[in-house]
């Protein structure tokens, strides 16, 4: 429903009154989402009803134009409702959307702090890449900053201003990688080889680490290495022109990842190679299921199959929805790929 930028507290009061009862209001987090991307606002509102299914939550979606000469601002109210277990009522998600193009683009920070649902936590969800002069004001109130850095063109300068934004935070916004969610479940299936404890001397053996990624998803790849390094405390030596990296354990054995480019998925193939066994997780093609396999060279036992994940951007952020902590492992292993990044 289209609203005037002056009425929107007044329409969303008459929402609720008007509705009988019949809807129940909810909303455990404050959640911006901010595009530059041409046409955001419908796939964003798309994604929003994803998310608030299992996630309650008032929603301020944001499509903007700073390039725009001359000013224009839109504004619209979405009521995201879904049938509540028992059947007979729905609860419903409040959602703001705004147009907003030219100047007027620097209101950014006076328009979502005028709209956050009370003292909730506040999520921004920033998709592209950062600016260079970000409001500090806004950071001020940031309790989670979500992004996606698979799709940056300079990593460390996007890093960087990510960084700033947490100082000027004063160190209380949690960082929130989409790309490093996209992890998770390949993370997890790699951990748990080493679940036994007889299976953790093997971590010295590890001489070979082989990581098959999709196009434009070399990031991703290079994320999970940084995982592996900065778990087993490796440290990186340099890379190659072939697309190999070479870290070096703490008892000094060398180790060498390769990467290579191989269909769409954003990570299809992790091999690690130790002596007289190999450690394999597969994502095949299409397929919602890992197939994992422990084996000697040239062996090829029935694999187990373990979840694969998504990478859908709504199902990404309830994934990142659900997650606490202060992401120290993320954290660790960003720094230590961060310059071949």
């Known amino acids: 429903m289209p609203v005037e930028i002056g009425r929107i507290d007044r329409e969303l009061k008459r929402l609720w009154v008007e509705n009988g009862g019949v809807k129940t209001r909810a909303s455990l987090v404050n959640l911006a989402v901010y595009s530059e991307a041409p046409d955001s606002l419908p796939i964003n509102t798309q994604i929003i009803s994803k998310i608030t299914e299992n996630h309650a939550c008032r929603a301020i979606v944001i499509g903007a134009n700073p390039g725009a000469k001359e000013n224009r601002v839109e504004a619209w109210v979405t009521a995201h409702c879904h049938v509540s277990q ?15 193009e030219g100047p007027c683009t620097r209101l950014l920070p006076n328009i979502v702090f005028s709209h956050l649902d009370s003292d909730l936590p506040f999520y921004l969800w920033w998709q592209g890449e950062f600016h260079d002069s970000m409001d500090p004001q806004l950071w001020a109130w940031v309790d989670r900053v979500i992004y996606d850095s698979q799709r940056w063109s300079d990593f460390c300068a996007q890093m960087e201003r990510v960084e700033t934004a947490q100082a000027e935070g004063k160190q209380r ?12 479940q390949f993370r997890l299936a790699i951990a748990q080889f080493f679940d036994p404890a007889p299976a953790r001397a093997r971590f010295e053996e590890i001489k070979t680490v082989e990581i098959d990624f ?9 994320l999970l290495s940084g995982w592996l390094a900065s778990q087993l405390k490796w440290k990186v030596e340099g890379r190659t022109r072939d697309n190999k990296l070479t870290f070096r354990s703490e008892s000094g054995t060398a180790i060498s990842v390769s990467l290579q480019e191989r269909g769409e998925t954003p990570i299809s193939r992790c091999t690690l190679k130790c002596n007289g066994m190999e450690f394999r997780v597969l994502n095949p093609e299409d397929s919602d299921l890992l197939h994992v396999t422990a084996a000697a060279p040239g062996q090829t036992p029935p694999p187990q199959l373990m979840p694969a994940g998504s990478n859908d951007p709504a199902q990404l952020m309830e994934e990142e929805l659900m997650g606490v902590g202060r992401h120290r492992v993320y954290l660790r292993a960003m720094n230590c790929v961060r310059d071949l990044l």
């Open 86 to 100: 028992s059947g007979n009522k729905q609860v419903c998600c409040e959602q703001l959307s705004f147009l907003l």
């Open 173 to 184: 916004i949690l960082l929130c990688d989409l790309n490093w969610t996209r992890l998770v």
């Open 214 to 222: 999709g196009a434009g998803y070399r990031s991703t790849a290079l």
